[in-house]
């Protein structure tokens, strides 16, 4: 599984984003455990803060004058969110860039930790770091779809629920990527389902 991961991600070319360069920049880490049946790493951030607060979010963040690039950004952003030493990820490549309703335009890397981490939320930001299996998200066991308009297309965009954690927006969006790349899920976000949610 890890080789084979590694050489889809290695292969891949994220789509590109027709910006003019207006957007500040972020990015954020897709951490997945080096196990027999790999989990994806995901933060609840806390419910007090000014954007995205009380929802499911990779660990991650804007770019920094002094970051050397935006890997470096997810590295260090990923540290201070949650402890996650830089010496134990391994970041593998990117995934497709998109823009936050916020007006940033963030970038996911996806990357391999170990399954025995203990990781430490920084209270005043995130609230829980929780993993999910990624076979989960291949049954696309959606709670329900959001139609999302995102750089002038609309996307159906599935919204999941574990456990107590809601998990949808473009966190979903950089999901379902994932697990389409990494085990053809085939999970069809341009056509429009039976009923969905428009988000706008």
């Not at 308009?149 to 456990?163: A, E, F, I, K, W």
């Not at 389409?180 to 039976?194: M, R």
Request: proline fraction near 9%.
């Amino acid at each position: 599984m890890q080789e084979d991961l590694l050489r889809r991600v290695r292969n891949y070319s994220p789509r590109p984003l027709n910006t003019d360069g207006r957007f500040a920049e972020a990015a954020v880490l897709m951490p997945i455990t080096r196990s027999d049946e790999p989990e994806l790493v995901l933060t609840l951030r806390a419910s007090g803060l000014s954007t995205h607060g009380g929802e499911v979010a990779f660990p991650g963040g804007r770019r920094d004058p002094e970051d050397l690039d935006l890997v470096h950004t997810a590295l260090r952003e990923a540290e201070e969110e949650v402890g996650l030493p830089p010496g134990l990820v391994e970041v593998v490549g990117p995934l497709s860039p998109l823009v936050s309703r916020h007006g940033i335009q963030v970038t996911p890397y996806v990357a391999l930790v170990p399954d025995y981490v203990e990781y430490r939320p920084n209270d005043g930001e995130i609230a829980a770091v929780f993993s999910v299996p990624l076979a989960f998200f291949c049954e696309d066991p959606r709670e329900t779809t959001h139609r999302i308009d995102h750089q002038g297309r609309s996307q159906y965009v599935p919204c999941y629920r574990y456990g107590p954690y809601k998990i949808w927006g473009l966190t979903a969006m950089m999901v379902v990527e994932l697990v389409n790349l990494l085990f053809d899920a085939g999970i069809e976000t341009e056509q429009q389902p039976a009923s969905f949610v428009e988000l706008g």
